[in-house]
């Protein structure tokens, strides 16, 4: 049968995969944002390729 903790799983994956930020979906499951990301970073490729971008252009100008 379905349990409780398999709904959570599945709302937390469906919020990351529409572009919900890992804090917002942290928050809404009550856990801290270190154990979410632990749990749900294979759920949001695109948010771990946004974070590689960002350290990749540490040294870049910011856009404006």
Same mark, same amino acid.
């Given at each position: 049968?379905?349990?409780?903790? $398999? &709904?959570?799983?599945?709302? =937390?994956?469906?919020? &990351?995969?529409?572009?919900?930020?890992?804090?917002? #979906?942290? &928050?809404?499951?009550? $856990?801290?944002?270190? #154990?979410? =990301?632990?749990?749900?970073?294979?759920? =949001?490729?695109?948010?771990?390729? $946004? #974070?590689?971008?960002?350290?990749?252009?540490?040294? $870049?100008?910011?856009?404006?």
């Amino acid at each position: 049968g379905v349990r409780g903790h $398999d &709904l959570r799983r599945t709302a =937390a994956t469906g919020a &990351l995969n529409r572009g919900a930020g890992m804090a917002d #979906v942290a &928050l809404f499951l009550n $856990d801290s944002e270190k #154990v979410t =990301a632990r749990h749900y970073a294979h759920a =949001a490729p695109a948010l771990l390729l $946004d #974070v590689v971008r960002r350290i990749e252009g540490l040294g $870049d100008e910011p856009e404006t």
